[in-house]
Every structure is written in C-alpha cells, then in structure tokens.
C-alpha cells in the first residue's frame, strides 16, 4: 500500500506544474464561438421530427386513444403510444402519444389530430399549507416509497425504522436487492427490508404520508432546561432545474438491433443498460454520444420515458434518426424538480448560545412520491432532537436530484433557527456557530471538520468584513449579513482510463466520462500533462461515448475524484513503462528517471535527458497502452467536504426587494485538480442559488394543476446584474491537498441560500419564512403578517 | 409553429389591403420578439404574416413641427440611445433603455411595444385572452399575484404589458394608424381599451389597421421621470411602474400627469394624483398624498394585494424624481435624428 501511494500518489506541492494552477477550460473557445455541438444542435440526415401529445389533466385515466387522423396525416412517418388506455395520468404535460414527421409543423398538426379521451381525476398541488391532524402513515413500504427514501438520502436508520414498523406492500426479488447494492444502498438496510413483512396495502386518498417521529437524545428535559427558546417557520418551494438545453435524443437504429443514441446526459456510461432494459436488446447493441450538455443539475441520469419512445419511434420508422428534444414548457414542467421543504422548528439554547435541543415539524413534496425529510439538523449535530416529517403526495411532476439533493432544504431550515435564536440571545451568529462548533465534527472526522468549518469561518469574515459590517438583527436600515456552513461527500466514482503513447510521440486518451461544462475535460487534461511531463495542448482527450472505456455518471460530485485518479494511473503505468524502454540508453534506472517540460531526463542529472519524441520514437512499432482505473492502487482520494458562505444584502424597505451586494463562499475540496475551473464551479453554484433564493418557485395553478410559469419570463434567473460581488477562496495546502480530490459540484450550492435568507433577517429585522424571498414576502413580514419570530 | 403566407410590402398603403378583416387571421411582423413565440406557442396562428420591416418611412426619427416623430419601426435601443430623445424627452429614452435586454431592444420596435399582448399566464397558456372556462374567470379562481389591481371588474384582469406605453402617455404622445380610409391620429391615452370578448384586443386598431408613427408633443418645461418596481436589474416584468409628467409654475405644480404600468388591462392615467399634486410644491408629504390618491380605487383580486402597495411607491418615487430632475428646454428646430439612425 505504501508502495502504491509512493508510486501513484499525487506529486507534491513545489513539483506540481499544472495540478492546482489557473488553466483555462480547454473547450472554452468551442463553446464562445459556437463550434462545441450539443445534442440540441444536431440534425442527422434523413431525420425525422418528433413532437408529444401531453395529458391536459394533471390527474386522469386514458379511457381511449383515435391516432388514425394523425397517421393520415401527409409527412408522418410513425405513431407511437407512450401510455395506451387505462394509464393513470398523475401529472398535466405527462407523454401520452408520439409522432414522428419530416418536421416539426408537420408532427405539431399530427399531435393534434390525436383524440385522446380522458376520465378526469382529482388532482392536489399545494405543498405550501402546513398538513395537520394527520394519522401517522402505517401503510406498507411501496417500491416507490423506498424509491423516494433513497432519492432523498433518507438516513439508514429512517429506513430501517419504516420497514419494520410498516412492511412491504410486495416481495423483494433478487434483481431488486441487486440494484440496490449497485446503488450504494447498504448492506445493514437490504437486511432489514428482506426481514421486513410484506402487507397488502389498503387503498388511501390522502396526499399525506406522516412518517414516524424520530427521537434522539431527551428533547422534553432539554426544552425545559434550556434559558432560551426560538421557534419559527423556514422553508423553500419546489423550483426546476430549468436546464438552458432541454432533455432529449436523436435516436436512430444502424441495423435491425442496434441502436446509436445522441442524448443530453449526465451519464454517458450508464444509458446502455437502460437502453438494453427498456428496449430488450443486449446492452453491447446500444452506442451512447454526447460531445457537450447544456446543464443538467441533476437531472439528467436517465434516458427518461423521452428517451425511450424516441428509440421506440426510430425503430417503428425504420431505423431512421428520429429527434425529440422537450419545448421549454415541457423542460419546466416535467424534466425537472426539486423537492419542496417546510417546518415548524423550535430550537433550545443556554444563555451563553449552547444549542441543547432542536424540534422540527416537516413537510413537503417531491410529486406523486411525496418526499423524504431534509437533514436536520443540518451539520449542526444538536444534542437532543424531536424530529416528525409528512410527505405530501402531489401532482405536481416527479422529482429529480437537484445538486447537493436535500442538502440546501436542510441548511436553509436549520441555518435559519440557529440565526433566529442567536437574534433572540442578542448573539451575534458567528460567535454562537463558532461556540457550537463542535457539534459540527461528524462521527468519524477524520479531517477534522470542526476546525475546517472554524478556518473557514473567521477566513468568510475577513473577506467580507463581518467584524465591522455585521450589526445586531435589524439596526443596519436594510443592509445585512448572513452565514451558513455546508458539507458534501464527494468520493470518486468508478472510471477507466485508456491510455495510448504512441512511437510518434502522441498521447490518445479515452473516456467514457461527460464534462457538464465544469472543467472534466480540462482537469483530465491536467493530470495526464502533469504526470506525463507534456503541456496538456499534446493530449487527445476523447470522451461523451460509451465504447470508450466506462466512468460513472456526474452525479454527487463524484466526478472529479473518478477521472482524476483514474487518469492518474493509467499515467503513471504509461509513464513508467516508456521510462523502462528508454532508461538503458539514458544509462539510468527506469526509477531514477523523470518526465518534466517534454522531456525524460535523469532526476539527479537533468542534463541527461532525450526529448519526449525521441523517447517514444524508441518504442518501435509497439504503442504503450494502460488502463487506469478507479478505485485502484494507491490512496488517491476521499471523501468529506465543509463550507462556508457569507452573504451581503440591501433590501429596499418599502418594495421589499432584495439586491445581493457581496458573497463569499470558502470551500474545501482536498487537492484541487484545476483551479480556475474550480473557481468557476463555485462561482456558478453562487449565481445558481442566488436565484434560487430570491426568484425561483414552479408555481402551480391549484384549478388546472398546470404550472404556470413555465417559461423564462416568469420563472425568473438571476442576470449578470443581480449577483453582486462573489468572492470564491479555496482551501489549499496542508490539511487538504494530502486528502486528494473530492467533489465539488453540490458544496456550494448548499449554502448560499441560508447564508442569503439570513442576511435578509438580519437587515429587515425579521425572518422571512419562505423562499423565494419576493418583495410580497418581505412586505408581509415587515408588516408582521407572516410567522416570523423575534 | 404552423404554416403560413408571407407578404412583404414597401408601401404604407399596400399594407391595410394585406391586413385581415378579423383578428387573428393576419399578424404584423416588425421585431418579432413577442410574435414568435406567440406563434411558437400557438397562442396565435395567423394565415399571413405581413412584414412591414421594408415599408419606406417607418424607420425614421425626425421631427414635425416641433414635435418628436418616431416611426412605427424604430427600435427601443435607439430611443433610449438617441441624444435628442435622452435630452428632450429623458423619460423616454430611460423607459426604451431600460426595457427587457439588449438583444430585445435591438430588435423590438416602438410600435410593437405598443401593440405586445398581455403577458397573463392565462393567456399565455392559450385559455384565450379572458381566460374564461365555463363561463368563469380562470384569473379570479387562480393565482392573480401578477393581475390587476384597477380596472380589475372584469371581465379583462391582465395587466398591460408596455413600460414604454405610460411614459408616451404622460408626454401626451399620439400614434398615426393608417387604413383603408387613410390616416387618423390618436392619443395614446386612448389607444388602449379593455377588451370585453376574446375576439376583441387591447387597443383601438381595426384588423386592417396599422401604427405608422408616434407623435410625441414638446415638452417644454416638463419635468418627467418614471419608476419600475421589479425584481431584477434587467429582462424582467415589473409588479408597477409609474409615469409621472410635471409642468411646474416656480415651485409648485402647475398640471401633473400620472400613468401607471402593470396594474390595469390598460395604461392608467391618475386623474386623482394629478389633482392632489396641482398647485402644491412637491415633498414627500404631498407625494405620499398623490400616491394613495393614485391606489384609492385600487381592489385586490386575492393574490395581488402588495401590488396595491407597490404601485403606491411606484408612484411616490417617480414623482419625488421628477420633481427632482431638471425642467426641459424646447426642442431644438433644426434638431434631427440625433446621430441615432
């Protein structure tokens, strides 16, 4: 082990060339000029058009489907029910019927040719009223039940507790534990639900799904010792992922069974099994590309219902290309959601700002699913808690992992208690999150959170000037400061790395990874560059195809630890294979020879060296191929990050509108691989929340069950001119580069939104309950009309 | 989008006879930045569009005896960037600069600001342009944050969607409409008009109508500014804007003109706040007066009661910046298109 981490680990700070400095993104000209292609961007020869006919009714029956006028219909080519009669529709805009023309106008007036006859069912879509007098939910666990649970990262111990306490309404098969431990889910919880009972659910109308009350610790003594007491009411809607390319495919069937997909995706490597699944074809048959991917968030690690009948329609026309991208509307309403969270949190303290008791009362919605409960209290590990959460069952859409998934509810929620308490103590909320500090530590802190979160903490008040900007809850006459701290995983995942030196001298690598517009690309680059010796402008670098050698999907921020120590090794061996084939005539052992600016040289005699060309001219005929893979040899990465972010508001007083002055995020992500893309990803995350925070909200019309802003008019994005300063300062050197690269896609998206809505109590003088923070809202609670505390 | 007839016509009079007979049949194409997605949507499915973008004449800022002349095709970027706007007529050049983003005012003509269809998300839906489903107002049974606060007894509770159309208004600007029986010229007060069906629009054209020009008198002596209430800094609809237009006698005001934006199905004037500002020096105090003068018929619809607030500082900011702006000169005779052609 020792050994590997000596010969894989990574190069120390005074002999990194490239690893940690300020390259730009190598795709960033593609992109500016318009050459990177998305699939958005593709017209395939011969391609035929696709276009939906959606269910009107956010809750139906199909009763009858009439396609024969469509199919009529001159210039359409194929019809294809999606959801034949007797489907239960449970959401408007759900995919009933597809059809493929020669255009697009052609396949819109196909679609509405088709008759569809519908049963109207009630439907439900407010999330938003605080559920009461709800019975505690006993009924048997559905597979969508632990779907949901999993989705939300419902803590082990939750899962556990329902599956004894209610059962399973059905019999777990073998495929099902399989794809649960393929999924991480461990293996204490497949234990306990294959020793669950299975129950014959009773039929039930409610939305609402109370879960079991969670206890730990002794709430009622602490509540009844504690000096101080704060409650309030905290919560965020559901907002869209809202991607600038929509969901979508271009499929087509190079022979009879064989599929070549072009698909906007966060999982290039993974869409063939759901292809082969869904398709019934082996999983070797389908050919998966995607060159860029204009956002995904989250939401794009399946080929989707959209993908499948696109493949479906190609086969029906004969194999010809057929594209379905979603419209916008659809993008809102379907493609994306993150669940909603609200609560009622009561939170206990000594007078000198000791946090003893934490009580939330949770509810919210992920769609039909309902959906889980939010971490709470959110890295502030409070020592007595009374936790009770209702999912609320809605028509509203299906969920979708949205970055850093349950996380920013979590810390919006419990970012704000903290901050409403410290208020009532007169604290001022740096001090009391730096007194509870460490309850921060989690139960195996190997890196020593606490501190992470302390350094982080006094390095955000420095950078925005907290010690003299900061003012006791509503002194500052609209100007305030907020915090919040964060945390994420991020461990790498699965990836292969092939690569190829050849006797030219030229590097080749593939990949069957997806860069998401952060820097994948770049970073991959960088590795191979630093350990090959070469400027990353000498590499190769294919990836988006899934016959290149496989790499998990960019989803937890578990990229960049997969394609970094991945790539590392497939380096590393090359390197020291092309060091044996040359070291002779270097008069050197392969160990004493090193790969710097192009050259091979002899560490302790550089002048002893031969060109990088000339070293590979050596290899003959025979290129050197390597396969680096992760996990593999050597202790590469790890996992755990903390965060911390500040934010600087002024809010207009009489219209209620909030204007973003500064932000801080100070991140930690062990070794950071390329620094200015990093950057860039937290930059991002920040602009990202900051309309989360004070725009966004899928907003649903409670008669139609449509939502009604699905559109960029009213589904609002922050601009250039609403971000105010940011400010991103990464944690490097001791500490963290020896942990090696975690994740850092969902981190900073965790933060921002509580740091904000703190910051906004404190200049108003008030909390704000509810996100987005509208000049409505604040108008309310300046007027006192809406459940704020203090 | 569905099929459709194109014609492209170069003469003013060659367009009425290309116009249809009722609405819908026929859209006028200028910058089309509200029209394509109108008809991507399918909201509007016209037979023909009649691009007037190569009609002579319409592309011109000039000025006709003394007053400011804008052709229908004249973009907002050069409005809000014309000198002789941005001196004369500050107001006007601030509202079309400041209006949606660069790439909309590149393209989005003044007459086409004019002529934009209510942004309700009714509508926009394509429950028509009342919103009515079995004999029901949609908006009232729905969520109406955005809706109207006056002018709201119905059966129309969308807002007009111009931030551009209040300012013409309190510079008591007209548009020229030709037709098939020639040219008329209308105050743009009483262009805008609430619809009572869904086959009617929000303004004063026939079918085969069409704005040639906006007129905007001098305003000699005008001290002008207007206000948006709304979230972002830039490309997005404000909650309400306010117009406000005074002519000062020394230290107070001689006659005010006071026009709001997104709260009523049509610009609307405050007759009420003009009145509580006459022959008063303008403070806080006197503002405050005018500004809940302008809001004092103003009903909720259920979800849109802040927007009664927000228009009441709409209000008060705009004319607490007007009153604070420096009077304007008469326009300069040989004034011309302020470089901005």
């Known amino acids: ?790 | 989008m569905r099929p459709f007839d194109y014609a492209s016509p170069t003469k003013t009079d060659q367009v009425p006879a290309l116009l249809g007979k009722s609405w819908g049949e026929v859209e006028i194409l200028a910058g089309g930045s509200d029209l394509l997605s109108l008809m991507k949507d399918e909201i509007t499915t016209p037979k023909r569009l009649v691009n007037i973008k190569q009609v002579d004449g319409l592309h011109a800022i000039s000025n006709e005896g003394g007053a400011l002349q804008l052709g229908t095709l004249v973009t907002l970027d050069r409005i809000g960037s014309a000198a002789q706007i941005q001196h004369q007529y500050p107001m006007l050049a601030a509202a079309a600069g400041d209006a949606a983003s660069p790439q909309i005012r590149n393209v989005a003509t003044i007459g086409g600001n004019l002529c934009q269809r209510p942004r309700c998300w009714y509508f926009r839906s394509g429950h028509g342009l009342l919103a009515q489903k079995d004999g029901k107002s949609m908006v009232l049974q729905g969520d109406n944050r955005y809706h109207a606060i006056l002018g709201n007894d119905g059966p129309a509770y969308f807002v007009s969607p111009s931030t551009v159309a209040p300012v013409l208004i309190a510079y008591n600007a007209k548009v020229r409409i030709a037709g098939p029986r020639g040219t008329r010229e209308v105050p743009v007060e009483k262009f805008f008009i609430i619809p009572k069906t869904d086959q009617e629009r929000e303004h004063d054209l026939r079918p085969d109508e069409f704005i040639t020009h906006v007129i905007v008198p001098p305003a000699p002596g005008v001290r002008a500014a207007h206000y948006e209430v709304r979230q972002k800094e830039a490309f997005d609809w404000p909650y309400a804007t306010a117009a406000v237009a005074l002519t000062m006698n020394a230290s107070t005001v001689q006659s005010a003109r006071v026009v709001m934006g997104h709260v009523a199905p049509v610009p609307w004037v405050s007759p009420e706040a003009a009145q509580a500002l006459q022959g008063k020096a303008v403070t806080p105090a006197t503002a405050d007066q005018a500004a809940e003068a302008a809001v004092a018929k103003a009903k909720s619809l259920g979800h849109n009661e802040h927007k009664i607030h927000l228009a009441r500082v709409a209000v008060k900011r705009a004319i607490l910046a007007a009153a604070g702006s420096p009077a304007r000169a008469a326009l300069a005779r040989d004034a011309s298109e302020g470089g901005a052609a």
């Open chain 1, 1 to 790: 082990m020792a050994d590997d981490n000596a010969k894989y680990g990574w190069p120390a700070a005074e002999q990194r060339s490239l690893i940690g400095k300020r390259i730009s993104r190598v795709d960033g000209p593609d992109k500016v000029s318009g050459r990177a292609k998305y699939t958005y961007d593709l017209h395939r020869p011969g391609m035929l058009y696709g276009k939906v006919v959606r269910s009107p009714h956010a809750h139906a029956k199909v009763v009858s489907i009439d396609t024969s006028a469509a199919e009529n219909l001159p210039g359409v080519k194929g019809v294809y029910i999606i959801q034949d009669k007797g489907s239960e529709i449970h959401w408007a805009g759900d995919d009933i019927v597809v059809i493929a023309a020669v255009d697009e106008p052609t396949a819109a007036d196909a679609a509405h040719l088709v008759k569809v006859e519908y049963e109207v069912l009630p439907h439900f879509v407010d999330d938003f009223t605080q559920p009461k007098n709800i019975a505690e939910n006993n009924a048997p666990l559905s597979p969508r039940d632990l779907f949901q649970m999993f989705n939300n990262d419902a803590p082990d111990d939750q899962v556990i507790a329902a599956a004894q306490k209610r059962g399973l309404a059905f019999q777990l098969t073998p495929e099902m534990t399989q794809r649960m431990k393929d999924n991480e889910v461990s293996e204490t919880v497949i234990k306990a639900l294959q020793a669950a009972p299975v129950k014959q659910p009773q039929p039930t109308n409610s939305p609402f799904r109370k879960e079991s009350e969670q206890v730990k610790g002794d709430p009622d003594a602490a509540f009844k010792e504690a000096e101080v007491v704060s409650e309030g009411m905290y919560g965020c809607p559901v907002i869209t992922h809202c991607c600038l390319e929509s969901h979508g495919s271009i499929a087509e069937w190079t022979d009879s069974d064989h599929l070549f997909s072009h698909i906007s995706t966060q999982n290039v490597s993974g869409l063939a099994s759901q292809y082969a699944q869904s398709l019934k074809i082996p999983e070797a048959n389908v050919h998966v590309h995607q060159d860029h991917v204009g956002g995904g968030f989250g939401s794009k690690f399946g080929i989707d219902r959209w993908g499948a009948y696109t493949a479906q329609l190609s086969k029906k026309v004969g194999g010809k290309p057929v594209r379905v991208m979603l419209e916008r509307d659809a993008e809102l309403t379907l493609a994306g959601c993150r669940p909603s969270a609200f609560a009622k949190v009561k939170v206990g303290a000594k007078k000198d700002g000791t946090l003893t008791a934490w009580q939330s009362d949770s509810w919210g919605t992920g769609g039909p699913g309902g959906g889980g409960a939010p971490p709470m209290p959110y890295v502030v590990n409070i020592p007595n808690q009374r936790k009770q959460h209702t999912a609320v069952a809605t028509n509203i859409g299906p969920a979708r992992a949205w970055r850093a998934p349950n996380h920013p509810q979590g810390c919006l929620i419990t970012m704000g208690a903290i901050e409403d308490l410290a208020a009532k103590l007169g604290m001022d909320p740096l001090e009391l999150m730096l007194k509870n500090i460490k309850l921060t530590a989690p139960a195996e802190d190997t890196f020593h959170r606490a501190d992470t979160y302390r350094d982080e903490l006094m390095i955000a008040a420095d950078l925005i000037g907290w010690k003299k900007n900061w003012h006791p809850r509503g002194q500052g006459s609209g100007r305030g400061l907020g915090l919040a701290i964060h945390t994420w995983g991020g461990r790498g995942h699965e990836s292969n790395c092939a690569l190829t030196i050849h006797p030219t001298g030229s590097v080749e690598m593939k990949m069957g990874t997806q860069d998401l517009g952060v820097g994948t690309r770049t970073a991959i680059l960088i590795v191979a560059g630093e350990t090959l010796g070469l400027p990353i402008n000498q590499i190769d670098l294919k990836i988006g195809d899934n016959q290149y050698p496989s790499s998990g999907g960019s989803g937890g921020s578990t990229t960049i630890g997969g394609v970094s120590s991945s790539t590392r090794r497939a380096a590393v061996d090359a390197r020291d294979l092309l060091f044996a084939k040359v070291a002779s005539a270097l008069k050197a052992k392969p160990e004493e020879l090193e790969a710097v600016r192009g050259t091979i040289r002899v560490k302790s005699a550089p002048s002893r060296s031969m060109t990088w060309k000339e070293a590979c001219a050596r290899l003959g005929t025979q290129p050197i191929q390597t396969l680096g893979k992760n996990p593999g040899p050597g202790d590469l990465i790890s996992s755990g990050v903390g965060g911390a972010v500040m934010a600087d508001v002024s809010v207009d007083m009489e219209t209620g509108i909030v204007k973003m002055n500064k932000m801080v995020c100070v991140q930690d992500c062990g070794l950071v691989i390329s620094m200015k893309t990093a950057e860039s990803q937290v930059y991002g995350a920040m602009i990202m929340s900051i309309a989360t925070t004070l725009y966004e909200e899928k907003i649903m019309d409670p008669n139609t069950g449509h939502m009604l802003n699905p559109n960029m008019d009213f589904y609002r994005l922050a601009g250039i001119g609403d971000v105010g300063e940011l400010v991103v300062h990464m944690m490097t050197g001791k500490g963290y580069d020896e942990r090696g690269p975690i994740g850092l896609g969902e981190p900073p998206t965790v933060g921002p939104m509580a740091a904000i809505s703190n910051a906004v109590a404190n200049a108003i003088g008030v909390r704000v309950p509810f996100l987005p923070i509208t000049p409505d809202r604040v108008v309310a609670a300046l007027k006192g009309g809406s459940n704020a505390t203090v």
